[in-house]
């Protein structure tokens, strides 16, 4: 069974940092395309940062240069570095693992509030 667990979230006040981990119970974790979402209440989850495979990075307009995805293939972990926290930046952050168009997972969430 493919479990994607997330960690790290909190509590923080405006412009502090948090990093979230995502652990996958998955075979062959590196081929997998490894993406953060994020759902505030009242809107709909939007994509806030994935990585491929072979390790390029994508980033939602309102974070580029605040946060950083990586990946660690050995420990099956996909991370997303948070600076600079804004109010607006409160949502439950999801990690999502696609490969291909038809096979996806999905994480619990983690609920990342920040205050002004």
């Known amino acids: 069974q493919v479990q994607l667990v997330e960690s790290g979230g909190g509590l923080v006040q405006a412009g502090e940092s948090l990093r979230l981990s995502c652990a996958a119970s998955l075979a062959s974790f590196s081929i997998y395309r490894m993406g953060w979402y994020r759902q505030a209440p009242g809107k709909q989850r939007e994509l806030v940062a994935h990585?491929?495979?072979?390790?390029?990075?994508n980033y939602v307009d309102s974070v580029k240069d605040r946060f950083i995805v990586s990946r660690d293939n050995a420990k099956n972990t996909v991370y997303l570095q948070m600076n600079s926290l804004k109010p607006e930046d409160t949502a439950v952050y999801y990690c999502?693992?696609?490969?291909?168009?038809?096979?996806?997972?999905w994480g619990r969430g983690t609920q990342v509030t920040v205050s002004s």
């Open positions: 999502n693992a696609q490969l291909g168009d038809y096979i996806t997972y």
């Open positions: 990585i491929s495979s072979g390790g390029i990075t």
